[in-house]
């Protein structure tokens, strides 16, 4: 798409040549950038910013592009299947975060989705809470019928990567007392540890009373579908 300014972060020179080549002329790399200091300097605002798997850097790479670039589209190159990194870089800002196992045309498809709003994640996020459970979770509906307000208070913050010290911190609760709500919300969610309980908020979306703060709804049928494309 050659009105769409795009930029690419990867240390890699040969990595960058990869990702322009699978492009090819539908996505035009704009700019690019070995380093994150590097990526400051472009001279203009891209709409569109891919980033190479980040190893453990996904919140200063997101915490400094999106205060760079506030408009852009920050999407995430993983090269392994990674859930609980997916969900971090997620919960750090990130528009998208796509699998290794995109083919080029997918690749394509998955940017446009984004760019048109979409929150996309690789179906192997989705695949672990399918995998650890046979039980289906419940429904936003049925969740706000059973959970109480301060569970809301702590749901909220499980999904927002907050540990139990911070949550009990912020809420003025016993570290104690905070594992107690902890261990209701994942019992009434169905899931045993926070990871899942991100992955719910991320495919059902949050109750409505925390929908000042939730994760978007993502679409794990669109996503696993452009992982099949050839």
């Not at 769409?4 to 700019?31: C, H, M, N, P, W």
């Not at 590097?38 to 205060?67: F, M, N, S, Y």
Request: hydrophobic residues 45%.
């Amino acid at each position: 798409m050659a009105d769409v300014i795009t930029g690419l972060l990867a240390e890699s020179q040969l990595y960058r040549r990869g990702v322009k080549a699978l492009l090819a002329d539908r996505f035009t790399i704009d700019f690019e950038a070995a380093r994150i200091s590097d990526a400051a300097l472009w001279p203009e605002k891209p709409h569109l910013i891919l980033v190479d798997d980040a190893d453990g850097q996904e919140q200063p790479i997101c915490t400094a592009l999106l205060r760079r670039f506030p408009a852009a589209k920050l999407v995430f190159l993983l090269r392994r299947n990674a859930p609980e990194q997916a969900i971090d870089i997620i919960r750090h800002g990130a528009h998208g975060v796509l699998g290794p196992q995109l083919s080029a045309e997918a690749l394509v498809l998955s940017l446009r989705l984004v760019l048109l709003g979409q929150v996309l994640v690789p179906s192997f996020v989705m695949d672990l809470v399918h995998d650890t459970h046979v039980i289906a979770p419940p429904s936003p509906d049925e969740l706000e019928a059973t959970i109480t307000p301060r569970e809301a208070q702590i749901l909220d913050m499980i999904v927002r990567g907050h540990s139990n010290k911070r949550i009990g911190l912020d809420l003025r609760l016993k570290e104690t007392t905070v594992k107690f709500y902890v261990k209701n919300v994942m019992r009434k969610l169905k899931v045993t540890n926070r990871t899942q309980v991100a992955v719910w908020a991320m495919t059902h979306g949050c109750p409505p009373d925390l929908a000042a703060s939730a994760a978007p709804t993502l679409t794990a049928a669109n996503v696993r579908h452009l992982e099949a494309v050839h």
